[in-house]
């Protein structure tokens, strides 16, 4: 069985990690667990802080978790958002000048990974943040915000206008929670519950059906008991 080991953005990628990805991964010989980032273990807040802070800090706490688990049978990888990614990050300015979102995170993350220089790291930076998942289907917030149907209404319609959940607008008027606390306002202090329980409702078929940079990543993901039984895939 391989270890995976993932860096998360905050509470709610956390929650996700452990309660959507393990169970689908674990069966496939894949045991996960998650980790915040340092600096968001010390903000004792029912919801998350948006931003990643300085890169150094999310370098400083991978290579440490590297350290401390350098096994052939670990891998390592994160889940952080682009929206309100610091600038210090590497080929931060070059990436903004891509048009195509999915071009410019990809970029980001091969940066990421020649920084890191580990070949058992794959690193994966969620299009624009963790809500965009949520648009994979809007319809499944009427679970968790009953009696909202006019403003779940105008989520479906958002989701049904973009050319998937992972174009939204990363602007900060038009990032994927701003909307929803736009129209949903309880969700802001909800996040971390309401999100990944939103999120396993939706499911991982549909989400991976929908958002074509995270399937790609489940993809690897789901590969990586092969991987430690036949030898490295890097």
């Not at 391989?2 to 998360?8: D, M, N, S």
């Not at 905050?10 to 998650?34: I, R």
């Not at 969620?126 to 009427?142: G, T």
Request: glycine content about 4%; aromatic content about 10%; hydrophobic content about 35%.
């Amino acid at each position: 069985m391989a270890r995976l080991h993932i860096l998360v953005e905050g509470q709610t990628e956390e929650t996700f990690v452990n309660t959507v990805l393990k169970p689908h991964l674990t069966p496939l010989k894949v045991w996960v667990d998650a980790r915040c980032l340092s600096t968001k273990r010390k903000i004792r807040k029912r919801q998350d802080v948006g931003g990643i802070l300085p890169y150094g800090k999310a370098k400083a706490d991978l290579d440490r978790w590297i350290k401390e688990d350098s096994n052939e049978d670990s891998w390592f990888s994160t889940m952080l958002d682009l929206y309100g990614l610091p600038i210090d990050f590497p080929k931060f300015d070059d990436a903004k000048i891509q048009q195509d979102p999915l071009n410019r995170v990809e970029m980001l993350e091969n940066a990421f990974r020649d920084e890191i220089d580990y070949r058992r790291f794959f690193p994966y930076i969620q299009l624009h943040e963790f809500e965009a998942i949520l648009f994979s289907d809007p319809r499944k917030f009427r679970f968790e915000f009953i009696g909202q149907d006019s403003s779940i209404d105008t989520l479906i319609q958002i989701s049904e206008q973009a050319t998937s959940p992972e174009h939204i607008d990363a602007t900060p008027e038009g990032a994927t929670s701003k909307r929803i606390i736009k129209e949903i306002p309880e969700y802001e202090g909800r996040k971390v519950s309401a999100g990944p329980l939103i999120a396993a409702s939706i499911g991982i078929a549909t989400i991976r059906k929908k958002c074509r940079h995270f399937d790609k990543w489940l993809t690897s993901l789901e590969s990586l008991a092969s991987s430690s039984t036949n030898g490295d895939q890097n």
